[in-house]
């Protein structure tokens, strides 16, 4: 297989199942030119119902076809009944070869690998969060898994390179022209923005909900005019499942000790001011980071221009302590958050388009100050792995992690130095999901390490050292990431090469289109 | 010139000044294949600054040349000062050949003319109210003027039939990365729709605004990630002129009487009940029947689904009273409207695309239960002109007259028989502005006359006449259409032709993109 070493010196075939692959050259390399791919027009007279009696009748409607592409969102998370009826529904009907472009799977999706054994779905293009990942890292997929970022999936179907014949989309409040919107419901998820590209691209359209209400739905989060079919359903999903799990804080000491540090490299770096802006995440280390951020802003009397994200109640406790004047809604975590988007002005639904699409006239995260990110590994050379675990298994998307970290001024990430037997500061991640060229600081137990391309940061860095504190804040341990690697492999030994054949089974796409890297399939 | 006859009886040439044009057909006859028309990408960095410092510096960057074509809206109506800036900037830096596609022009764009005359501006694809229509049918335009209604203009930017290059919008409030609103700011419009299908497709999109706030502006009306430039200016427009003018509701006894005949028609159709939808305008005898529709309602107790259009205060209150369940706004004509659109989260902005672009999955159009429309003229054949006076000088925009007309249940043209000395019922209007196929009924002073074609309505105003009335509401004075033009041509005389020369200066566009008829230069 003919290969080239991309800028994170990672090998990418050039051509692969016939696809071509460009590697990756840098962060802000790679612009298209021309025009995005349009939407499809539609053919719709008064008169004409666009309610279905079923999800089997829309499957007719919309003229699935062997090999056509489908696609979801993924707002109701590990909570979500709909992509297994469709799937169900698809696979009773006989049909073969689909691809699949989800915004991401989770487990509740495991069904699924019985369809992918059965070739009833080839290829999967989208985040497989824990079992399908793993039925994938063990070769039982026909095609290929490619893996984007939340910006980068924008942009790909834009562009025209995942070409939506039917988005099969859950909506927990919908009308019968299918204005919808997750704000309400029983099934209430908050922000819809992930269905938006969808919507908009996609051949066919059909929402499926479980609270199909008068004419107009509003707020109007998916709009009338780009929907084809509305499909009523006994229930769309598990409101529990929905809005919990992920977003559980932190709690024992190691974690919380990496949360205060990043939080001090922001008051180090000057980036922690009245008027930031902060993107929060929702793991356990992000929301304890969140809520000390939180704190200080409090003490200091500041107030954060806006914090987009992953939004949970403690974004929601912020704003409503006066220390942040808009939240900016990709993904609702918890119920505190879908109820203040519905009912607060300044809590805003944003898509991922708007917040990270490379390609777009100016994203969110290229004005953001701060994001802090979570990892499975990174490396001395300061790629971060968030995809794999070390032992070469896929069992995590991408989601906004490249998106972030290329755009914001001060990309923290967030980790242990390890993690039981095994070292996640070491000399080569198992796979590179975000380029070194965009990580400025990795945050751990046992200290902080700089990108050295940052001189900039260094030199403010300058004088915060416990030994000898010149800035505002707690003093760093700012260490260089030998170090800490060195710290990791005392505790865990050098850690061995996973087990892999040589069958690429996913790729990992930068969010511009190139090639980060490969996955290949594990060893049984 | 060769020409074929439409579905109207009007002479359409197969081709003029090089562009093939289709005539016209039917309501819901032509419908596109294939994708929209895809929107341009950008090529944003962190760090790169969207302020310029003027509108010459935008229309630089822009890469302005000459033949290129710009866009407007018409928020602002006859209160803008944007437009006059752009193009007075685009003379004095020596452009020519500027082809302008605005959703519409005022008297306040009198200036403009001297450029159609020096062919700085070549051709006007927009609705041109007043004095430029006014010198577009005295021949100084050198290339022509097309007229479309509020849904064929989106439609035609999103089939590439328009094409722009460079959008120039004005924006009440904005923020740095071109977020932006019209219900904040000291020249507030509210609604920004028009807006909505420039800023998706324009290659270059420009926000003009006078109140430059923080980032994130919210409401989003205009979203950041379609934005290139924004430019900060002392003044966007005068809101005296933008909140007022079109929005004096009728009191003279015989527009009255028509608006009170409109309702009574509602009421003897049926459809006026509990649970209806209504298309508002802002024309004195619309506002009039919105008023009596309004306290109707509130006798009856009844509510409607939903109110759009044109929001004026009068809407408003029939919301505030408890009988209205929610209000869709695609332009807001006074002060109470937009302020209750900021407030209200029942009042909710949308665009012409969603309202009523005919190629869309479905428009509210499609959905609408009566709409109350004006005129200048409507013939015995039931076609209605909005567009010239009788005299031959196009005068007035289509707005959403073909869109709501064809959509709704209940299409109301209202209209005195004459006025002073000029027969509005009449043989054959001068131009067809919205085909009979889609007018359901004329209700003037001296009596209400019903589309033929329309045998449903027919019956079920059997015995609601006066003289034995069998159904609720007042006695309607159900007439022949030819006895109104009879009443008309008693009063003023057989109506004399126009007098034209032979040179089409405007083309009246169906929705749907076939041709409806021609407007001749007129004579001296």
Same mark, same amino acid.
Request: hydrophobic share 40%; aromatic share 6%.
């Given at each position: 297989?003919?290969?080239?070493?991309?800028?994170?010196?990672?090998?990418?075939?050039?051509?692969?199942?016939?696809?071509?692959?460009?590697?990756?050259?840098?962060?802000?390399?790679?612009?298209?030119?021309?025009?995005?791919?349009?939407?499809?027009?539609?053919?719709?007279?008064?008169?004409?119902?666009?309610?279905?009696?079923?999800?089997?009748?829309?499957?007719?409607?919309?003229?699935?076809?062997?090999?056509?592409?489908?696609?979801?969102?993924?707002?109701?998370?590990?909570?979500?009944?709909?992509?297994?009826?469709?799937?169900? !529904?698809?696979?009773?009907?006989?049909?073969?070869?689909?691809?699949?472009?989800?915004?991401?799977?989770?487990?509740?999706?495991?069904?699924?690998?019985?369809?992918?054994?059965?070739?009833?779905?080839?290829?999967?293009?989208? !985040?497989?969060?824990?079992?399908?990942?793993?039925?994938?890292?063990?070769?039982?997929?026909?095609?290929?898994?490619?893996?984007?970022?939340?910006?980068?999936?924008?942009?790909?179907?834009?562009?025209?390179?995942?070409?939506?014949?039917?988005?099969?989309?859950?909506?927990?409040?919908?009308?019968?022209?299918?204005? !919808?919107?997750?704000?309400?419901?029983?099934?209430?998820?908050?922000?819809?923005?992930?269905?938006?590209?969808?919507?908009?691209?996609?051949?066919?359209?059909?929402?499926?909900?479980?609270?199909?209400?008068?004419?107009?739905?509003?707020?109007?989060?998916?709009?009338?005019?780009?929907?084809?079919?509305?499909?009523?359903?006994?229930?769309?999903?598990?409101?529990?499942?929905?809005?919990?799990?992920?977003?559980?804080?932190?709690?024992?000491?190691?974690?919380?000790?990496?949360?205060?540090?990043?939080?001090?490299?922001?008051?180090?770096?000057?980036?922690?001011?009245?008027?930031?802006?902060?993107?929060?995440?929702?793991?356990?280390?992000?929301?304890?980071?969140?809520?000390?951020?939180?704190?200080?802003?409090?003490?200091?009397?500041?107030?954060?221009?806006?914090?987009?994200?992953?939004?949970?109640?403690?974004?929601?406790?912020?704003?409503?302590?006066?220390?942040?004047?808009?939240?900016?809604?990709?993904?609702?975590?918890?119920?505190?958050?879908?109820?203040?988007?519905?009912?607060?002005?300044?809590?805003?639904?944003?898509?991922?388009?708007?917040?990270?699409?490379?390609?777009?006239?100016?994203?969110?995260?290229?004005?953001?100050?701060?994001?802090?990110?979570?990892?499975?590994?990174?490396?001395?050379?300061?790629?971060?792995?968030?995809?794999?675990?070390?032992?070469?298994?896929?069992?995590?998307?991408?989601?906004?992690?490249?998106?972030?970290?290329?755009?914001?001024?001060?990309?923290?990430?967030?980790?242990?130095?390890?993690?039981?037997?095994?070292?996640?500061?070491?000399?080569?991640?198992?796979?590179?999901?975000?380029?070194?060229?965009?990580?400025?600081?990795?945050?751990?137990?046992?200290?902080?390490?700089?990108?050295?391309?940052?001189?900039?940061?260094?030199?403010?860095?300058?004088?915060?050292?416990?030994?000898?504190?010149?800035?505002?804040?707690?003093?760093?341990?700012?260490?260089?990431?030998?170090?800490?690697?060195?710290?990791?492999?005392?505790?865990?030994?050098?850690?061995?090469?996973?087990?892999?054949?040589?069958?690429?089974? !996913?790729?990992?796409?930068?969010?511009?289109?190139?090639?980060?890297?490969?996955?290949?399939?594990?060893?049984?």
């Amino acid at each position: 297989m003919q290969t080239v070493t991309n800028a994170v010196g990672r090998e990418i075939p050039v051509e692969l199942n016939g696809l071509k692959l460009k590697p990756f050259t840098g962060l802000f390399d790679n612009f298209p030119t021309g025009r995005k791919a349009g939407g499809h027009f539609g053919r719709h007279r008064p008169g004409d119902s666009k309610l279905l009696d079923s999800i089997d009748e829309a499957i007719e409607v919309c003229g699935l076809k062997d090999g056509m592409t489908i696609s979801f969102h993924h707002h109701l998370r590990n909570g979500d009944y709909v992509m297994n009826m469709v799937m169900k !529904s698809i696979a009773e009907k006989g049909f073969k070869d689909i691809k699949m472009a989800p915004s991401a799977l989770f487990p509740v999706h495991e069904p699924l690998i019985d369809l992918i054994d059965q070739e009833i779905i080839t290829s999967i293009e989208g !985040s497989a969060n824990g079992p399908i990942g793993d039925a994938i890292s063990h070769g039982r997929m026909k095609g290929l898994h490619i893996l984007r970022s939340h910006g980068g999936r924008v942009r790909a179907i834009e562009a025209g390179e995942i070409d939506i014949d039917i988005a099969f989309m859950a909506a927990p409040t919908a009308d019968p022209e299918g204005n !919808s919107n997750g704000m309400i419901g029983r099934n209430a998820c908050g922000s819809l923005g992930y269905a938006a590209v969808d919507v908009i691209h996609a051949k066919k359209v059909v929402i499926i909900t479980d609270n199909l209400v008068e004419y107009p739905c509003t707020p109007i989060s998916i709009s009338a005019d780009y929907v084809d079919y509305v499909v009523e359903v006994d229930c769309i999903g598990d409101n529990e499942k929905i809005v919990s799990g992920t977003t559980m804080i932190a709690t024992d000491p190691q974690k919380l000790t990496i949360a205060r540090n990043a939080l001090d490299l922001m008051v180090h770096t000057g980036i922690f001011r009245d008027g930031m802006s902060f993107q929060a995440g929702a793991g356990g280390i992000s929301l304890a980071t969140t809520k000390y951020v939180g704190e200080l802003l409090k003490e200091k009397g500041y107030s954060t221009c806006f914090i987009d994200g992953g939004v949970t109640q403690h974004v929601v406790d912020i704003y409503n302590n006066g220390n942040c004047r808009k939240i900016l809604d990709g993904q609702s975590f918890d119920v505190i958050s879908i109820q203040d988007m519905l009912n607060n002005p300044d809590h805003v639904e944003i898509t991922p388009g708007y917040y990270a699409n490379p390609w777009n006239k100016g994203c969110l995260c290229n004005i953001l100050d701060a994001v802090v990110l979570g990892a499975t590994e990174a490396d001395v050379d300061f790629n971060i792995n968030v995809n794999t675990h070390s032992d070469g298994r896929v069992l995590h998307g991408i989601g906004g992690h490249q998106d972030t970290a290329a755009g914001a001024k001060l990309a923290i990430m967030m980790m242990p130095v390890f993690r039981k037997t095994n070292a996640i500061i070491r000399d080569r991640v198992t796979t590179v999901t975000t380029p070194f060229q965009s990580v400025d600081a990795i945050v751990t137990d046992m200290g902080i390490a700089i990108n050295p391309a940052r001189k900039d940061l260094l030199k403010k860095l300058e004088g915060s050292s416990a030994s000898g504190q010149e800035t505002e804040g707690s003093p760093l341990n700012i260490i260089d990431i030998t170090e800490l690697r060195d710290m990791a492999y005392a505790e865990t030994g050098t850690p061995a090469e996973p087990e892999l054949k040589d069958r690429i089974v !996913s790729l990992v796409q930068f969010r511009d289109g190139t090639y980060l890297d490969t996955i290949r399939q594990v060893k049984e």
